[in-house]
């Protein structure tokens, strides 16, 4: 199993960067009228999933690999780039905004990576047709997974930290 150094490092950099906003968005900053310990269970679950693939990411082979860091990247761009975006556009940017903002970037660094790796992970078959019709129903069944989690996580998440 080869992992690129530089990948792994693009990786823990920009998880970190996701993981310094959830701390910074459940824990040091919670909305008004609320503490710390009202949002355990927010905070702790994804910080949980972070760590769960921090630790996966080296062990795995590159197609997981690639998964992992997609689905964080599009996580990183749900909870961080899109609410932050919104107050900023909205009311300008103030408390846990800015770690959001830097969690938007993060997020797509972690799409670009999860893209390289699954770039670097594709099997070349002899056959072209079966090679590349393979590679058309993996995408989109993996498209369609994605939009099946995300879709429900993301209005979830936006429903219970937009006001």
Partial sequence: MQLSSRS?????????VVGVHLVDDNFLQPPDGT?????LVSGLVPLGVLAAGVWGYSRVRAGVRALIALAMGLFAI???????AYYTYEVGPSGDDYTGLLALPAGLLLLGVG????WGS???????????SR???LGV?????????FLP?????MATHAR
């Fill in 8 to 16: 792994h490092r693009l990786f823990l950099l920009a998880t970190a």
């Fill in 35 to 39: 503490s710390a310990s009202d949002h």
């Fill in 78 to 84: 749900i909870i961080g780039g899109v609410e932050a």
């Fill in 115 to 118: 893209i390289v790796e699954l």
């Fill in 122 to 132: 594709r099997r070349a078959t002899p056959n072209p047709w079966w090679r590349y």
């Fill in 135 to 137: 590679r058309v129903v």
């Fill in 141 to 149: 069944a993996g498209a369609g997974a994605l939009y099946q989690f």
């Fill in 153 to 157: 996580v993301g209005v979830a998440y």
